[in-house]
């Protein structure tokens, strides 16, 4: 398919134009015209570029792009080296961030809520970001964290106490400790995320909600994977996951 065939069905399936965001959504860096092998990956990294390169991927789909608000302008130093990698191989780079969190059936959210058996899910929140829903079986804090292990491979940080019974649950993938007091006030009886922060255990002995530190990395691999299968049934395009393993 043509490169802006798979920009503009991009940004009509993942609704960017609806999002207010910290980085631009759709295409970052241009490269060919013609795109047949598709790369995903959670972040444009150096070692992530390399390995799609050698692939011998067209473009490259990640959730964490570049060009942050905020963040110095200047192509120097790894920026430059990133950007030269892709237009010395004519590799494009597209970028979905919040879109990708919030969508309701490839998203990050909607995709590990769906492996935690978490039922009436719903989106609340700024931006629609946050998710709250039930477990079909109460579990002890203690147990949800195994079993959110299970399902990230990745040994989750838990504030509380592990006998507590869990039914209700909010999440949002990535670095959301700062909705925690947002989900608390939801009624819910934990909040999953993927990072922490100090006051967070604060909260949680104060209000007696559980907080699930379950790792940024660890909570973003589902939604751009998702989205790479999809493309890969929807235009028959070759599509692989690259994935840099991350401890944060």
């Not at 200047?74 to 969190?101: E, N, Q, T």
């Not at 079986?137 to 869990?166: C, E, N, W, Y």
Request: glycine share 10%; with cysteine; charged share 15%.
């Amino acid at each position: 398919m043509q490169l802006h065939e798979l920009r503009d069905y991009n940004a009509s399936l993942l609704q960017t134009q609806l999002f207010k965001d910290y980085c631009p959504n759709g295409i970052q860096i241009e490269g060919r015209a013609q795109v047949s092998r598709i790369a995903t990956a959670v972040t444009a990294s150096q070692a992530v570029l390399d390995a799609a390169m050698a692939w011998g991927a067209d473009a490259i789909l990640v959730h964490h792009g570049y060009f942050w608000r905020n963040e110095e302008a200047a192509i120097v130093g790894i920026k430059k080296r990133r950007i030269a990698s892709l237009l010395r191989h004519d590799v494009s780079l597209l970028a979905y961030h919040l879109p990708l969190d919030a969508h309701l059936n490839l998203g990050n959210n909607a995709q590990l809520g769906r492996l935690l058996n978490i039922t009436a899910m719903r989106q609340f929140g700024e931006q629609n970001i946050m998710w709250q829903g039930e477990l079909t079986t109460p579990l002890s804090l203690a147990d949800f964290g195994v079993k959110i292990a299970g399902v990230l491979h990745r040994t989750p940080l838990l504030l509380g106490d592990g006998g507590k019974q869990i039914r209700r649950v909010a999440w949002c993938s990535g670095g959301a400790q700062g909705y925690f007091e947002a989900a608390i006030a939801e009624g819910v009886d934990a909040y999953v995320t993927g990072e922490v922060s100090e006051q967070c255990f604060h909260l949680a002995e104060e209000h007696g909600v559980a907080f699930i530190a379950a790792g940024h990395h660890a909570t973003e691999r589902l939604g751009i994977q998702a989205l790479g299968t999809h493309l890969a049934a929807q235009f028959g395009l070759q599509h692989r996951f690259f994935d840099q393993e991350n401890p944060v």
